[in-house]
């Protein structure tokens, strides 16, 4: 079993930055890739961001430029930087991951974005 906890979000003012946080309960170098996922009220999640245990990167074309995911392996955390937000931002940032071909997912951290 693999335990996600998201933290981070809030409330912010369009052009502002967060970031997120995704503390896992096992080694993040033992998962092989971590992604977090957003929610939009009335929309299907979306992948925003994905880091695989090489440190593959892939970032949605929506974000791009704007977000980063990185992995602290010290800290069994996975980070997603937010900058340059806008309104369209809004949503409960999920993360997830993937280890030994099962998936886990956080409960979601709720992020707002005012214009």
């Known amino acids: 079993q693999v335990q996600l906890v998201e933290s981070g979000g809030g409330w912010v003012q369009a052009g502002g930055s967060l970031r997120l946080s995704c503390a896992a309960s096992?080694?993040?170098?033992?998962?092989?890739?971590m992604s977090w996922y957003r929610q939009a009220p009335g929309k299907e999640r979306e992948l925003v961001a994905k880091i695989t245990r090489d440190g593959v990167l892939f970032t949605a074309d929506s974000v791009k430029d704007r977000f980063t995911i990185s992995r602290d392996d010290a800290k069994n955390t996975v980070y997603l930087q937010m900058n340059s937000l806008k309104p369209e931002d809004t949503a409960n940032y999920l993360c997830f991951a993937n280890r030994w071909g099962n998936d886990y997912w956080g409960q979601g951290t709720q992020v707002t974005v005012s214009s």
């Open positions: 096992v080694s993040t170098s033992s998962v092989h890739f």
